[in-house]
């Protein structure tokens, strides 16, 4: 069974940055699709950015398109999310996902999602 914990939510000013890191145990780390979300109150779950498998290709959301940068170490079964230039509307849960299709079927994980808050 394939878990996945993250690190690194908190409390910044708007300008300021924060890394979110996602470590994954139970799984093969270098088969998963990796992405991360965030879901603020009362909105829905958004896709943030994703990585495939190989880290070859990321796609973002329009809102975060050079400002966010998602990276993976499969050597260390990690995905990163570098968030610059954050501003209130960043703030959200973020959660982590990995997802991958074999055999018919789904395997999708998801963290447990720290809390970002952007503000002064």
């Known amino acids: 069974q394939g878990q996945l914990v993250e690190s690194g939510g908190g409390l910044v000013q708007p300008g300021g940055a924060l890394r979110l890191s996602c470590a994954a145990s139970g799984v093969h780390f270098s088969n998963y699709v990796m992405s991360w979300f965030r879901q603020a109150p009362g909105k829905e779950r958004d896709l943030v950015a994703g990585t495939t498998s190989a880290g070859g290709s990321t796609n973002y959301a329009d809102s975060v398109k050079g400002r966010f940068t998602i990276s993976r170490d499969n050597a260390k079964n990690t995905v990163y999310l570098q968030m610059n230039s954050l501003s209130p509307e960043d703030t959200a849960v973020y959660y982590c996902?990995?997802?991958?299709?074999?055999?018919?079927?789904?395997?999708?994980?998801w963290g447990q999602g720290p809390q970002v808050t952007v503000s002064s």
């Open positions: 996902n990995a997802r991958r299709v074999g055999g018919g079927m789904l395997y999708n994980y």
